[in-house]
């Protein structure tokens, strides 16, 4: 019995199935397929007024798997909706209107447990600024120093979408 295109054709229309419903079927019978746990890329909330540093960060955090909320104004950062669903901010230091400290205290004030990351290359900041963020990492220091903080605060490193994936 020879198969050609149109007898296949035929074969798909007569069953009413589509392309769609093949895909259904073969998660169907291939379990495993289907028990791949997805977790959700890690969210990171980035506040600097330097617009063209804040869009470098945005590209490399990105290309590594998290997903980033970039923001040049602190009072934008600290729209509801938006710290309901980040798992950590990032906040410049030295920004007009609002630092980086005063802004860490407002995000605390209403989300208690989320960690906080003041991302500066400040010499001049308040001591009272270690009361209300969970690390200061230098602007001018190794990348990976603000890597391992961030996948230290987040509960490891993030998992590119697949539980178990390569990091």
């Known amino acids: 019995m020879t198969n050609d295109s149109s007898t296949i054709r035929s074969e ?8 769609l419903t093949d895909i259904f079927a073969i998660l169907a019978s ?6 791949l746990n997805v977790v959700p890329r890690k969210k990171l909330l980035w506040v600097d007024d330097c617009e063209d540093m804040l869009s470098l960060y945005k590209a490399r955090f990105e290309s590594r798997g998290y997903e980033i909320w970039a923001t040049s104004s602190p009072h934008d950062a600290l729209d509801a ?10 906040l410049d230091y030295e920004m007009p209107d609002l630092d980086g400290g005063e802004l860490a205290l407002m995000i605390k004030n209403r989300h208690p447990q989320m960690p906080i990351i003041l991302y ?3 010499l001049c900041i ?7 963020v969970d690390a200061i990492c230098p602007k001018g220091g190794p ?3 603000l890597l391992s903080t961030i996948q230290r605060l987040t ?3 993030v998992s590119y979408g697949l539980t178990g994936a390569q990091t």
């Open 30 to 35: 291939q379990p495993a397929l289907l028990s």
């Open 120 to 122: 500066s290359g400040s």
């Open 12 to 19: 798909l229309l007569h069953e009413n199935r589509t392309p």
């Open 81 to 90: 909706k938006c710290l309901s669903v980040i798992d950590l901010a990032i």
């Open 143 to 145: 990348q990976d120093e």
């Open 126 to 132: 308040a001591p009272t600024v270690n009361d209300c």
């Open 155 to 157: 509960s490891g490193p």
